[in-house]
């Protein structure tokens, strides 16, 4: 069995350490992604790669990429020979610890930088170099400027996530961050969605890559049911409540727009009984880590998260993940779901919405071309069943500037026409 195992994994031209790393992860076949991109970027090509998380994109990266990085010089004086960049702190982590995983049979120096914690010790190891380093931009730029890495010896660049990292306003430090390396590199970059400014950074980037679509474009794992439960704005967080209840669920992964209907949401689910915990960007990167170890380890049976803080979150085959409300950017839809109904496990994908959210489902059930079958919960019917839109200028940064607050507030309130807080747009 060993031997078939390995085999799969070698055909690709991946080396024995390699293989012999994979094969201890327990992975038998290589995903669709891996089978087409690990032999590419063994050659030398620029990938351009449309994949989501629970794809195996990350080991569809990672695996040649350490196989190129084997056969060359070590890294020394703070040169850095290949480098990630992802979007947030926890997708760093989790490509960090696949990286250390991956890597274990080989000589290779890895490390993962991200900033909210002390960047003292963050130079103090970078100074021997890395082979691999994973990074947020912003505090990678920190550590350039402050001479801590060199960036003119970078042979292969990746872009995880790179649709998050233009959302999430990171477009000039990697610009920035560009400008240092050297023109002769391999680049490859991931995007969960490609919108024309992706296609744009790529199009200045990547020299004749090879396309590859893990998923088709914009389009839901087939093996998530989707599911909608009408009901009031104000009645959400007693619904969800109840299903976790009533359906006995273990373990639930829930979406909330904004962090203070992620903490709100996590209190009423701590006051009923059940082990749940908010992770959003106020939260400190330990009680961050702590949630989420406690998710991972079962402990917690419910975790709410805000979409930037879900991002990339590497949890495996979740049953149920939860909208408690829509996202306001209808891609956002198919990156959470994307946490459900992996590796060929069903999965449910549930969203709670108000009639305030209509605009929104219209938009996600555009994008994905499925209607989503819609389904009353006995006691908690909807009595407000037309509403002006949600002004989601409070979401994440994107909007004129309103506060969380005012979002979060907008959120509770069961919605007339007289709302101060809502407006048509
Ligand atoms: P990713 O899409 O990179 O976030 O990976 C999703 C999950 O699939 C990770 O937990 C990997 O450990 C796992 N994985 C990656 N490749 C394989 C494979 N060939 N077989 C089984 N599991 C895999």
């Known amino acids: 069995m060993d031997g078939a ?11 024995q ?13 290589p995903s669709p992604i891996q089978l087409q991109c690990i032999p590419a970027v063994l050659e030398g090509r620029d990938v351009m790669a449309a994949a989501q998380t629970g794809t195996g994109k990350t080991a569809g990266f990672t695996l040649p990429m350490l196989e190129r990085l084997r056969h060359g010089p070590s890294a020394r004086d703070r040169v850095v020979r290949a480098l990630v960049l992802t979007p947030t702190r926890e997708l760093a982590a989790q490509v960090g610890e696949n990286v250390a995983a991956y890597g274990c049979y080989l000589d290779l120096r890895s490390d993962v930088v991200f900033g909210g914690v002390k960047v003292n010790p963050q130079i103090n190891r970078l100074r021997a170099g890395a082979d691999v380093l994973v ?5 990678l730029l920190d550590l350039q400027q402050q001479g801590a890495i060199r960036l003119d010896r970078v042979e292969i660049l990746v872009l995880d996530e790179a649709d998050r990292m233009l959302d999430m306003g990171f477009i000039r430090d990697i610009r920035k961050l560009l400008a240092l390396m050297p ?24 020299h004749s890559p ?17 599911l909608l439960h009408p009901c009031d704005m104000a009645r959400k967080p007693a619904l969800l409540t109840h299903l976790i209840a009533s359906n006995g669920w273990e373990q639930v992964l829930v979406f909330s727009r904004t962090k203070h209907g992620a903490n709100r949401m996590a209190e009423t689910l701590t006051q009923a009984g059940m082990a749940a915990s908010a992770i959003h960007g106020n939260k400190s990167q330990g009680a ?3 949630a989420l170890a406690g998710f991972k380890a079962g402990e917690l049976r419910v975790l709410v998260a805000t979409d930037l803080a879900a991002r990339g979150i590497d949890i495996h085959q979740l049953p149920h993940v939860v909208n408690l409300d829509l996202p306001n950017q209808a891609e956002d839809y198919v990156h959470r779901i994307g946490r459900t109904g992996r590796a060929g496990h069903p999965g449910q994908a549930i969203s709670l919405v108000a009639a305030e959210e209509h605009e929104l ?22 009595t407000i069943l037309s509403a002006p839109p949600l002004d989601l200028s409070g979401g994440r940064g994107k909007g004129r500037g309103r506060g969380p607050a005012a979002a979060a507030g907008r959120q509770r309130r069961p919605a007339n026409g007289n709302n101060r807080h809502t407006r048509n747009r």
């Open 135 to 139: 990074a947020t931009p912003g505090r």
């Open 210 to 226: 090879l396309q590859l679509q893990a998923t088709p474009e914009n389009q839901a794992a087939p093996t998530v049911e989707h």
């Open 183 to 206: 023109e002769r590199r391999q680049n490859l970059l991931f995007s969960a969605t490609f919108s024309a400014s992706i296609r744009a950074l790529a199009h200045g980037l990547l």
């Open 288 to 290: 961050r880590t702590r």
């Open 5 to 15: 195992v390995a085999s799969a994994f070698a055909e690709l031209g991946l080396g």
């Open 17 to 29: 350490p390699i293989v012999q790393a994979v094969a201890v992860k327990g992975y038998t076949i």
């Open 361 to 382: 489902l219209a938009g996600i059930e555009k994008l994905i071309g499925v209607r989503l079958p819609r389904q009353e919960v006995s006691g908690f019917e909807p």
